[in-house]
């Protein structure tokens, strides 16, 4: 059932929290609301699941029921440059790299790898025009000219370069794989990896990409006066306008939109569709299933697996306009899509507040009769499941609601004539649900109408959600939330509540000391989620999907963003000493 569960999330929306401000002071039958929804999301960087490639280990171990397994890979060699490093990568294949300030050499670091080591070598205020693209690559002049430079994807092993010029742009993706623009004077350089796929002036460089884990790419540059497409690095169309929608995996399935005459045509390996009047949205998943959304003059339509759906009116709200006084109209559409299998889908859209929201699961649409909805979730066997609101004229405000298969349920007030305001946390098909009441001193968190929590200080408690995990995936299971209370947290993940843990501070910093509670490794994907938390000095719990719970000790420090998500078991590496190890929990 879990591998099947999925949510519903609004534009570019990865995990959402819905606020549902519901003021409670009428009698206890009835629910006052104020008439407004507030929906907080967070963007991540998508990262790919790294798979293992047959490791041997060795030094296995027995502890709490779970295999832990150690595999030694490399030892400082006394130098302490290893032990010093501020940037580390590690892969399942052996690869190592670290990135150190040599010692005594003032604004010189070394480059080093299981292949090469690269020293000296020279950092520069000028690598990158925006500051934030330094965040996802390493990257250092050759020399102290300042002429060439090496350059790699952060949580990568490979060293690529040396090339001349000094970067313009920065994408990244995958685990290894980066493409980066450099420029010198008046012209524009394009890599891919170690392939150079375009020049030309730098005003002219437009250039979209994408690549998959394996290294599939589909990129298109401006060249020879027009935008041309690539299939690992082979011509497969042009257009006279930048394309749009460009994805491709592992797999070597790939959408992209292609403008013609002001239209689009959303195109697949072996089907074309269109005109679309706008492409607002796309997105293609491993497992190929794929969508595209977009709006224009006054119609919307989703094209999700190969079937369209068109002509669904833009809703529209009036207005006042704060400058002239008058009324005016001006789009509210909102709409929402999952495509979570090549077979199965559900879009939500709303034609306006007052006619509700549009539910199209597989192709049946289901008119619900309410102004928002939110946590949308999905299971074959099991169904659909979201919380809802709507208006209630009987007490002038509006109500919330939970809907399982179309059978809706009010969610009951906390106390009669207590003010409170009540937030969903999570629902599922089975009508399992996890949210809370808050009034203004005092937190009431209940799971399946049941209290999980006595009544708990407002000041000692609180919310975090996926975005202060390391990795997130975009086909990741998102049913994701932490919960801070008093002096323990908890995660609702899929229809289950963890054990009680160490209270968790997700502020935490990848050059920051970790300290007890930080979250130093973890990730959701298609497999689930798991996080490791320092629990003290050279102590750490692992927690797989709410049903490992593994303490881990002697480890000195963990190195998160090289850890990975496999089938049967996460993979990570540490340093205990002197020494690099890969480690190994089955689940």
């Not at 609301?33 to 990262?47: G, S």
């Not at 938390?533 to 303490?551: A, M, S």
Request: hydrophobic share 35%.
């Amino acid at each position: 059932m879990a591998a099947e569960m999925t949510a519903i999330f609004f534009k570019n929306s990865r995990t959402l929290f819905c606020n549902f401000q519901l003021i409670l002071f009428a009698p206890a039958t009835h629910l006052v609301a104020v008439t407004k929804v507030m929906f907080t999301y967070h963007m991540n960087k998508i990262k790919n699941i790294v798979l293992a490639f047959g490791c041997f280990w060795v030094l296995p171990l027995m502890a709490e029921g779970q295999q832990l397994s150690e595999k030694f890979i490399v030892r400082d060699l006394g130098d302490s440059l290893y032990i010093k490093a501020f940037r580390s990568a590690f892969d399942t294949t052996g690869n190592y790299y670290f990135e150190t300030m040599l010692p005594g050499k003032a604004a010189k670091f070394a480059m080093m790898t299981n292949r090469k080591k690269i020293a000296p070598v020279f950092t520069g205020g000028s690598i990158a025009i925006m500051p934030y693209k330094a965040m996802i690559a390493d990257a250092f002049f050759s020399d102290s000219t300042r002429r060439k430079i090496y350059y790699k994807n952060k949580t990568g092993t490979t060293i690529y370069g040396p090339r001349g010029g000094k970067i313009r742009e920065v994408l990244d993706y995958g685990h290894d794989h980066i493409a980066i623009e450099l420029s010198t004077g008046g012209k524009s350089s394009l890599y891919i990896n170690d392939s150079l796929v375009n020049v030309t002036d730098t005003l002219k460089q437009a250039w979209l990409c994408s690549i998959s884990e394996n290294g599939n790419m589909l990129y298109s540059v401006y060249k020879n006066g027009s935008y041309q497409l690539f299939l690992n690095h082979k011509l497969i169309d042009s257009a006279a306008t930048q394309f749009a929608g460009i994805n491709i995996n592992d797999n070597g399935f790939y959408i992209y939109a292609k403008p013609d005459n002001g239209k689009y045509y959303a195109h697949t390996p072996s089907k074309k569709f269109g005109p679309l009047a706008a492409v607002d949205l796309a997105d293609l998943k491993g497992n190929n299933a794929y969508y595209f959304r977009g709006c224009a003059e006054s119609q919307c339509y989703v094209l999700v697996n190969d079937k369209m759906f068109s002509g669904i009116a833009e809703a529209q709200i009036i207005e006042e306009d704060a400058a002239t006084g008058t009324a005016v109209s001006r789009s509210d559409e909102l709409i929402s899509v999952e495509a979570f299998s090549p077979t199965d889908f559900v879009f939500t859209y709303n034609q306006s507040k007052t006619d509700g929201i549009f539910l199209n699961l597989n192709g049946k649409v289901i008119h619900t009769p309410y102004s928002y909805i939110g946590f949308v979730a999905y299971d074959k066997q099991l169904g659909y499941a979201y919380y809802g609101i709507r208006y209630d004229s009987t007490i002038q405000g509006d109500r919330l609601y939970t809907n399982v298969n179309g059978k809706e349920r009010v969610m009951p007030p906390l106390k009669r004539k207590v003010p409170s305001h009540t937030q969903c946390v999570s629902i599922y098909p089975d009508s399992a649900s996890v949210y809370y009441y808050e009034t203004k001193d005092t937190v009431f968190l209940y799971s399946n109408g049941a209290p999980l929590y006595k009544p708990v200080s407002a000041k000692k408690f609180g919310t975090w959600d996926a975005s202060s995990l390391p990795l997130t995936h975009t086909e990741g299971l998102e049913y994701f939330a932490g919960l801070n209370v008093e002096d323990n947290s908890y995660i609702v993940y899929n229809n289950t509540v963890s054990k009680p843990l160490t209270l968790i501070n997700p502020d935490y910093g990848r050059l920051d000391e970790p300290k007890k509670g930080n979250i130093v490794a973890g990730d959701i994907s298609p497999l689930g989620y798991y996080i490791i938390i320092v629990t003290g000095p050279g102590k750490y719990l692992l927690v797989i999907n709410n049903k490992v719970y593994k303490e881990l000790e002697g480890i000195d420090q963990i190195f998160g963003e090289s850890a990975c998500f496999t089938p049967g078991a996460v993979i990570f590496y540490g340093r205990k000493g002197s020494s690099f190890y890969e480690y190994r929990v089955a689940y």
